[in-house]
T-cell receptor
Framework: DGGITQSPKYLFRKEGQNVTLSCEQNLNHDAMYWYRQDPGQGLRLIYYSQIVNDFQKGDIAEGYSVSREKKESFPLTVTSAQKNPTAFYLC???????????????FGDGTRLSIL | AQSVTQPDIHITVSEGASLELRCNYSYGATPYLFWYVQSPGQGLQLLLKYFSGDTLVQGIKGFEAEFKRSQSSFNLRKPSVHWSDAAEYFCAVGAWGATNKLIFGTGTLLAVQP
């Protein structure tokens, strides 16, 4: 079955360390998204990519970086500049642009990041 | 500015009782509206969506939602709640255009009493 795979499910970061969260999809979707979820704040958009080799900042991009070298992969790096990285991170995808208007986002099962 | 408001942070209902979760949105054009459900430690699962046409939409697990343009609302309903419905529910509006992104509400946590 097609879907989105996020790994690892749990991740711990030491002070001053960069960590990378993996997101892989086999849905053949063009667009991919990273959200951060904190209790009581809903989902906030970090970065998104509508096509390979292109990505845009979302609402809370500071302290994060991404790459989109392959259509199926959209890794998120949480850098040491992100001072409060403890959160639940969700990856999502959408089909190509002409289909945006009638398709929902598909979500992975998330990665929970904590600080040691 | 585009936004979604879910005024109820936490709701508790008895099993078998009816449920209504509120959602209000602010969006300049015709909205694309969604309800998602999230179980603890999991991703989001789509319950239902509204793009156009009939304003009463049916979803999975016995849920329905009604789009009311005059009230800028898209409330989620279920006539009889089951214990397995306990989860967090998110309303979202699709801001398609230059950014093509979803704007989420802050969620409503549903507890079900036996």
């Amino acid at each position: 079955d097609g879907g989105i795979t996020q790994s690892p499910k749990y991740l711990f970061r030491k002070e001053g360390q960069n960590v990378t969260l993996s997101c892989e999809q086999n849905l053949n979707h063009d667009a991919m998204y990273w959200y951060r979820q904190d209790p009581g704040q809903g989902l906030r958009l970090i970065y998104y990519s509508q096509i390979v080799n292109d990505f845009q900042k979302g609402d809370i991009a500071e302290g994060y970086s991404v790459s989109r070298e392959k259509k199926e992969s959209f890794p998120l790096t949480v850098t040491s500049a992100q001072k409060n990285p403890t959160a639940f991170y969700l990856c999502a995808s959408l089909p190509g642009q002409v289909e945006y208007s009638n398709q929902p986002q598909h979500f992975g099962d998330g990665t929970r990041l904590s600080i040691l | 500015a585009q936004s979604v408001t879910q005024p109820d942070i936490h709701i508790t209902v008895s099993e078998g009782a009816s449920l209504e979760l509120r959602c209000n949105y602010s969006y300049g054009a015709t909205p694309y509206l969604f309800w998602y459900v999230q179980s603890p430690g999991q991703g989001l699962q789509l319950l239902l969506k509204y793009f156009s046409g009939d304003t009463l939409v049916q979803g999975i697990k016995g849920f329905e939602a009604e789009f009311k343009r005059s009230q800028s609302s898209f409330n989620l309903r279920k006539p009889s709640v089951h214990w397995s419905d306990a989860a967090e529910y998110f309303c979202a509006v699709g801001a398609w255009g230059a950014t093509n992104k979803l704007i989420f509400g802050t969620g409503t946590l549903l507890a079900v009493q036996p």
